[in-house]
């Protein structure tokens, strides 16, 4: 339930694997909080991957960010990558996506077992003419 709280509509397309496979955080920039959460596209059910065209593989996992302001949710533009450890860098193309009524920002990359990357997002929300960074790491465990 904490997560459909943190990241609002979006917790649908993520909401359908174990909380343990996926990361979750927010940053908040004084009245704009980011939510954003990561999950192996592997663990997505297929109807559900195929209604957001989404690619179900061992290899690809997906973010979903979304920003709301003083609460409310809040259109967004985000670019960035992900590193490895070894410093190679994986692009993520970010798109738009509605869920109930709520715009996100969605994105896929490539990904191996046991994986770690450091994500470097830039998060532009529409309101506002400043963009904000977001910086985290994960532990991808692929199935």
Same mark, same amino acid.
């Given at each position: 339930?904490?997560? @459909?709280?943190?990241?609002?509509?979006?917790?649908?397309?993520?909401?359908?694997? =174990?909380?343990?496979?996926?990361?979750?955080?927010?940053?908040?920039? *004084?009245?704009?909080?980011?939510?954003?959460?990561?999950? =192996?596209?592997? !663990?997505?059910? =297929?109807?559900?991957?195929?209604?957001? *065209?989404?690619? @179900?593989?061992?290899?690809?996992?997906?973010?979903?960010?979304?920003?709301?302001? $003083?609460?409310?949710?809040?259109?967004? @533009?985000?670019?960035?990558?992900?590193?490895? $450890?070894?410093?190679?860098?994986? $692009?993520?193309?970010?798109?738009?996506? !509605?869920?109930? *009524?709520?715009?996100?920002?969605?994105?896929?990359?490539?990904? $191996?077992?046991? !994986?770690?990357?450091?994500?470097?997002?830039?998060?532009?929300? !529409?309101?506002?003419?400043?963009?904000?960074?977001?910086?985290?790491?994960?532990?991808?465990?692929?199935?």
């Amino acid at each position: 339930m904490r997560l @459909r709280h943190i990241l609002g509509s979006a917790a649908a397309l993520l909401a359908l694997a =174990p909380l343990a496979a996926q990361a979750t955080g927010t940053a908040s920039y *004084g009245e704009y909080s980011i939510h954003y959460a990561t999950r =192996p596209t592997a !663990e997505l059910q =297929p109807e559900l991957a195929q209604n957001y *065209g989404i690619t @179900r593989s061992r290899t690809l996992a997906m973010i979903i960010v979304s920003v709301r302001r $003083d609460g409310e949710p809040v259109a967004a @533009r985000v670019h960035g990558a992900a590193f490895t $450890d070894a410093g190679e860098q994986r $692009d993520i193309r970010f798109r738009r996506v !509605e869920v109930a *009524g709520t715009v996100n920002q969605m994105g896929t990359f490539s990904v $191996d077992h046991l !994986e770690s990357l450091h994500f470097q997002l830039e998060v532009i929300p !529409e309101t506002g003419q400043r963009g904000y960074p977001v910086r985290f790491r994960e532990t991808f465990f692929m199935r």
